[in-house]
C-alpha cells in the first residue's frame, strides 16, 4: 500500500501565496511520476503541475508563471508553490503517484484525499 497525504491548504485573498504539500509512504521502492490536480465544482479534475518519469515538469497553461512544483526525493514529499493566487483557482487540490511497490514489484498509481484551497476577498 501507498499512502498520500496533502496538507497546506486554506483560504487566501486574490494576488496572495500558498503552498502545499503531499507526504508519500508506505510500499515505495521508486516514485516515477508525482504531480498536483485540482477540481473546482462541476468541473473535471484537471492536472495543475507534475514530475515526469525522466524528471521534467508538465504545467498546465493556466498558472504558468505562477506555480512552482518541486520535490524532497529523501523525504518523499511534494510541493506545490502557488503565487499571484486567482479565484478560478479554488478548488480541492489532489496528489497523485505512479511508481512501483516494494514489497510486490509491481506498479501501483495512488491518490491523496485532496486538500480544499479557497481563493476568495
Known amino acids: 500500500q501507498v499512502w498520500l497525504v496533502e496538507s497546506g491548504g486554506g483560504l487566501v485573498h486574490p494576488g496572495g501565496s500558498l503552498r502545499v504539500s503531499c507526504a508519500a509512504s508506505?510500499?515505495?521502492?521508486?516514485?516515477?511520476?508525482f504531480g498536483w490536480y485540482r477540481q473546482a465544482p462541476g468541473k473535471q479534475r484537471e492536472l495543475v503541475a507534475g514530475?515526469?518519469?525522466?524528471?521534467?515538469?508538465d504545467y498546465a497553461d493556466s498558472v504558468k508563471g505562477r506555480f512552482t512544483i518541486s520535490r524532497d526525493n529523501a523525504k518523499n514529499t511534494l510541493y506545490l508553490q502557488m503565487n499571484s493566487l486567482k479565484p478560478e483557482d479554488t478548488a480541492v487540490y489532489y496528489c497523485?503517484?505512479?511508481?512501483?511497490?516494494?514489497?510486490?514489484?509491481?506498479?501501483?498509481?495512488?491518490w491523496g484525499r485532496g486538500t480544499q484551497v479557497n481563493v476568495s476577498s
Open positions: 497523485q503517484a505512479t511508481g512501483i511497490n516494494i514489497n510486490t514489484a509491481r506498479p501501483f498509481d495512488s
Open positions: 508506505g510500499s515505495i521502492l521508486r516514485i516515477n511520476t
Open positions: 514530475f515526469t518519469s525522466d524528471g521534467s515538469t
